[in-house]
């Protein structure tokens, strides 16, 4: 879709001025900005420090959109791979976007909404599951299999549409 665009009196007379959607820096001081093809601001027309607060991470494996993750140092450097209530990866954020193993993710922190999920049941609650994914019923806390110390009971949100799920920071619970 073409930039917006608008009127403006330049030397007495009438132009059409095509507004900025992604800014070059100092040479678009002034400029009308418009919102892009998604419907939104782009974050090079937002001042520093204003904009999605994200973090571009590498990840150790494939990352499936709406994947939760879960931080870990992999040979001192930090990565982030699949967040999994079975073996002790409790999710620290989640990505919305596909990622390829060793290519860098953009992670978005839990308090934020998930919007890559799909077969969400709104007003429902959901924890963490395995392989990044989410379930609507969290661990039995009074199975034996549970009680490995390894497992991870972890609430992540309430649905508020099928494919949107509002996060909050719980604490995750070891079981």
Excluded: C, W
């Excluded at 150790?60 to 990565?79: D, I, K, W, Y």
């Excluded at 290519?103 to 709104?122: E, H, K, M, Q, R």
């Excluded at 490995?148 to 996060?167: D, F, P, R």
């Amino acid at each position: 879709m073409a930039a917006k665009t608008y009127l403006r009196l330049v030397g007495g007379k009438l132009r059409q001025i095509v507004a900025t959607v992604i800014s070059g820096g100092a040479a678009n001081a002034g400029d009308l900005v418009a919102l892009d093809d998604t419907g939104r601001l782009d974050s090079s027309v937002l001042p520093v420090g204003i904009g999605a607060n994200t973090k571009q991470i590498p990840a150790s494996e494939p990352l499936t959109a709406g994947n939760f993750v879960n931080f870990h140092s992999n040979a001192g450097v930090l990565n982030v791979r699949k967040a999994d209530n079975s073996n002790g990866r409790r999710a620290d954020g989640f990505v919305l976007a596909a990622v390829a193993n060793a290519a860098p993710a953009t992670v978005y922190p839990l308090d934020s909404a998930n919007t890559a999920l799909t077969g969400l049941t709104p007003g429902a609650d959901y924890y963490l599951g395995t392989g990044g994914a989410v379930v609507s019923t969290p661990l039995d806390e009074t199975l034996p299999a549970n009680q490995t110390g390894a497992k991870v009971s972890q609430l992540l949100g309430t649905a508020i549409s099928a494919t949107e799920l509002v996060t909050n920071d719980y604490d995750p619970v070891i079981l």
